[in-house]
Nanobody, 122 residues
Framework: VQLQASGGGLVQAGGSLRLSCAAS????????MAWFRQAPGKEREFVAA????????RYSDSLKGRFTISRDNAKNMMYLQMNSLKPEDAAVYYC????????????????WGQGTQVTVSS
């Protein structure tokens, strides 16, 4: 499975961005997918995850209510709608697929995209 994240950019605090993740290859395996992010000097952290059907989602407690994860399996796409962005949301955002364990754990995920940069100005 190959993953390509896009949609990052520069936004003012309080603004919104929509990230996209395009999946290719063996996308018919029923994988869960997720977003993680990594700020300079910090560890990669869990943002949100979604099951294959989209019926189950999980969010980082600190982000709940501002971010929404979704997917469109017919298009092999996953999305992250980010609202009310804060300067502390600035990071490289990575999409990932196929968790072999807890969704919240970075090492549980098998396939990773290259990341897209989100910058939030105050």
């Amino acid at each position: 499975v190959q993953l390509q994240a896009s949609g990052g950019g520069l936004v003012q605090a309080g603004g919104s961005l929509r990230l996209s993740c395009a999946a290719s290859g063996r996308t018919d395996r029923g994988y869960a997918m997720a977003w993680f992010r990594q700020a300079p000097g910090k560890e990669r952290e869990f943002v949100a995850a979604i099951s294959w059907s989209g019926g189950s989602t999980r969010y980082s407690d600190s982000l709940k209510g501002r971010f929404t994860i979704s997917r469109d399996n017919a298009k092999n796409m996953m999305y992250l709608q980010m609202n009310s962005l804060k300067p502390e949301d600035a990071a490289v955002y990575y999409c990932t697929a196929a968790a072999g364990g807890s969704w919240y754990v970075t090492s549980a995920w098998v396939y990773w995209g290259q990341g897209t940069q989100v910058t939030v100005s105050s």
